[in-house]
């Protein structure tokens, strides 16, 4: 019942900049973690960005510095903000939130279908 959207993919050419959004909507009673991950064609899906509900994120190595992701609790989302994006960072971007019915529920984790991020050279 918990839906993800992301947005904001697209095809842009290398050193620019993207925004990409996720909103969490659906029935759920709290969010404790929402996350960006991106998958390259050929390679395993890897994290990118993390956020629980404290005011700390965290970021892979790889996109330190160029990346920043932000969440509003009160809005159920999260946003990315790539800039100086390179070749490399060509994938499918997904985000991940983690969430509970109750207080007495155990947490699951729903996924989006996605968004494409394509970086030309």
């Known amino acids: 019942q918990v839906q993800v959207t992301e947005s904001g993919g697209g095809l842009v050419q290398a050193g620019s900049s993207l925004k990409l959004s996720c909103v969490a909507s659906g029935r759920f009673f709290i969010i404790n973690r929402m996350a960006w991950y991106r998958q390259a064609p050929g390679q395993r899906r890897e994290i990118i960005a993390e956020a629980t509900r404290g005011r700390s994120i965290g970021y892979a190595d790889s996109v330190k510095g160029r990346f920043t992701a932000s969440r509003d609790n009160k809005k159920n989302s999260m946003d990315l903000q790539m800039n100086n994006l390179k070749p490399e960072d060509t994938a499918v971007y997904y985000c991940?939130?983690?969430?509970?019915?109750?207080?007495?529920?155990?947490?699951?984790?729903?996924w989006g279908q996605g968004t494409q991020v394509i970086v030309s050279s």
């Open positions: 991940a939130v983690d969430s509970t019915k109750s207080p007495l529920v155990s947490g699951t984790t729903s």
